[in-house]
Nanobody
């Protein structure tokens, strides 16, 4: 049984910072890419940032220069450092991981439960 547990969301003023964490636990052989998605009310879920097992990263244009994704492979954990937050960053943020449960098995997508980030004065 694999679980992704997120933490670090909350209420912050515009211009502030938050750090999200997501730890994967359970019977895991390996993890390929890990990422953060977000969904604002009335909008579709969008990819915010993604990091591959080798460390290469991808960001949506709206967060480039403000957000940084990183991972600790030894802890099966991915982080999202969010700086210079704007009201339009308000959303539920979801962690995603492409996990291989056993050697030779295909990857499978797993999702966290979501954590609310609200940017407001």
């Amino acid at each position: 049984q694999v679980q992704l547990v997120e933490s670090g969301g909350g209420l912050v003023q515009p211009g502030g910072s938050l750090r999200l964490s997501c730890a994967a636990s359970g019977s895991i052989f390996s993890i390929n890419a890990m990422g953060w998605y977000r969904q604002a009310p009335g909008k579709e879920r969008e990819l915010v940032a993604r990091i591959r097992s080798g460390g290469s990263t991808t960001y949506v244009d709206s967060v480039k220069g403000r957000f940084t994704i990183s991972r600790d492979n030894a802890k099966n954990t991915v982080y999202l450092q969010m700086n210079s937050l704007k009201p339009e960053d308000t959303a539920v943020y979801y962690c995603n991981a492409e996990i291989v449960l056993y050697y030779g098995f295909p990857t499978k997508d797993y999702w966290g439960q979501g954590t609310q980030v609200t940017v407001s004065s």
